[in-house]
């Protein structure tokens, strides 16, 4: 099934164009994407790993996150890509966006705006249904081992996340 985004100009506005997934994007277009920080009452976070075979980040640690499909805005979004890669249902009551930053694409001329949210909710681990293809492991893990992770090689790199460091030191989740 094709997927579309919205196309948005350098200001975040809708520009009314689609863009089909997997085509490179024109200079000055973006589109939206979302990480989500799922933080429990113990201050660790949900992360996931990726499944063999999911392209330049298989095998990988990271926080659930994804692209808005066009029509969807930054919570829809989230409360759907958790959903589709743990089953959880977040409250969307319990988030907070903490901020929006612009990021090139690697390999074409695009950009995404990316929405970094925070969600405080509490639930089992073994809650968690992995998607098939796409996730194949979940935990809960504290700041500290997240950095170890990435400094492992075996969470996604920092240039994905250029904002861990502020997230870590958020009074919420300190």
């Known amino acids: 099934m094709v997927e579309y985004w919205d196309?948005?100009?350098?200001n975040g506005n809708k520009t009314g164009r689609l863009h089909e997934r997997g085509?490179?994007?024109?200079?000055?277009?973006?589109?939206l994407v979302v990480h989500v920080w799922i933080l429990n009452k113990k201050r660790e976070?949900?992360?996931?790993?990726?499944?063999?075979?999911?392209?330049?980040?298989a095998d990988l640690?990271?926080?659930?996150?994804?692209?808005?499909?066009s029509g969807d805005g930054s919570m829809t979004t989230v409360l759907k890509e958790t959903a589709e890669?743990?089953?959880?249902?977040?409250?969307?009551?319990?988030?907070?966006?903490?901020?929006?930053?612009?990021?090139?694409h690697f390999d074409d001329d695009g950009h995404s705006f990316c929405d970094v949210w925070l969600f405080k909710q509490d639930f089992n681990i073994s809650s968690v249904v992995l998607q098939p293809g796409e996730t194949c492991g979940?935990?809960?893990?504290?700041?500290?081992?997240?950095?170890?992770?990435?400094?492992?090689g075996i969470f996604i790199?920092?240039?994905?996340?250029?904002?861990?460091?502020?997230?870590?030191?958020?009074?919420?989740?300190?």
């Not at 976070?45 to 980040?57: H, N, S, V």
């Not at 249902?89 to 903490?98: A, S």
Request: overall charge negative.
């Open 7 to 10: 196309v948005y100009d350098e």
């Open 23 to 31: 085509k490179p994007m024109r200079k000055g277009d973006y589109h």
């Open 45 to 57: 976070f949900l992360i996931t790993k990726r499944a063999p075979g999911t392209g330049d980040i």
């Open 61 to 69: 640690w990271q926080t659930t996150g994804g692209c808005a499909v």
């Open 85 to 104: 890669e743990t089953g959880i249902v977040l409250n969307p009551d319990n988030g907070r966006l903490l901020k929006r930053f612009t990021q090139a």
């Open 138 to 152: 979940a935990m809960w893990a504290n700041s500290k081992k997240i950095i170890d992770m990435m400094n492992d």
């Open 157 to 174: 790199p920092i240039e994905l996340y250029p904002y861990i460091y502020e997230l870590f030191e958020n009074p919420e989740v300190k």
